[in-house]
């Protein structure tokens, strides 16, 4: 069985054993073997006042959105939102599975793809992971309704443009 949505928090304080050997997909797992990830459990679970108290995959996106949000301003030099949405595009921060994730011009960023084995303590054992960062895209190819869209804040100032009526907002 593989599972698109199942992380840590979702196994915490629940029977693992009948899960072990089931499948996720994220971009992120608690179980990353990273001096960076180690640091950030660790804050977490003292923040917490809880040394069980587990990371997962939303967390991470958190912290590398608020990293780039920061690099964003500070290039911007203003927290105004059409100035950082401007200034964020190409922007970068570390990751916590050991790369560096790259904020692309449709607001979507550069992840790793990890597959993980679910184990009887309710962690995961990355058992596939992608070679290089893979970018996210905001629209797929392959349905009907989206294939035509594209997200473009650099260019297009749009999230939702249509490559075959040259507009913004969809069909």
Same mark, same amino acid.
């Given at each position: 069985?593989?599972?698109?949505?199942?992380?840590?928090?979702?196994?915490?304080?629940?029977?693992?054993?009948?899960?072990?050997?089931?499948?996720?997909?994220?971009?992120?797992?608690?179980?990353?073997?990273?001096?960076?990830?180690?640091?950030?459990?660790?804050? !977490?679970?003292?923040?917490?006042?809880?040394?069980?108290?587990?990371?997962?995959?939303?967390?991470?996106?958190?912290?590398?959105?608020?990293?780039? !949000?920061?690099?964003?301003?500070?290039?911007?030099?203003?927290?105004?939102?059409?100035?950082?949405?401007?200034?964020?595009?190409?922007?970068?921060?570390?990751?916590?599975?050991?790369?560096?994730?790259?904020?692309?011009?449709?607001?979507?960023?550069?992840?790793?793809?990890?597959?993980?084995?679910?184990?009887?303590?309710?962690?995961?054992?990355?058992?596939?992971?992608?070679?290089?960062?893979?970018?996210?895209?905001? !629209?797929?190819?392959?349905?009907?309704?989206?294939?035509?869209?594209?997200?473009?804040?650099?260019?297009?100032?749009?999230?939702? !443009?249509?490559?075959?009526?040259?507009?913004?907002?969809?069909?």
């Amino acid at each position: 069985v593989v599972a698109f949505s199942v992380g840590e928090e979702e196994l915490a304080g629940i029977d693992t054993k009948p899960l072990v050997g089931h499948l996720a997909a994220w971009n992120y797992f608690m179980s990353v073997d990273t001096p960076a990830n180690k640091e950030f459990i660790k804050k !977490w679970q003292a923040f917490t006042k809880n040394p069980k108290r587990v990371t997962n995959d939303p967390m991470e996106a958190h912290v590398i959105g608020f990293n780039m !949000w920061v690099q964003a301003v500070q290039k911007a030099k203003t927290t105004d939102p059409d100035k950082v949405i401007d200034a964020i595009v190409g922007v970068k921060a570390p990751n916590l599975t050991g790369g560096v994730s790259e904020m692309l011009p449709n607001h979507h960023i550069t992840k790793p793809v990890l597959i993980g084995e679910i184990k009887a303590d309710g962690q995961f054992d990355v058992v596939w992971k992608t070679d290089k960062l893979v970018p996210g895209d905001a !629209w797929s190819k392959y349905l009907e309704g989206s294939k035509d869209l594209i997200g473009d804040w650099k260019d297009k100032k749009c999230g939702n !443009w249509n490559t075959k009526t040259g507009k913004c907002g969809g069909a």
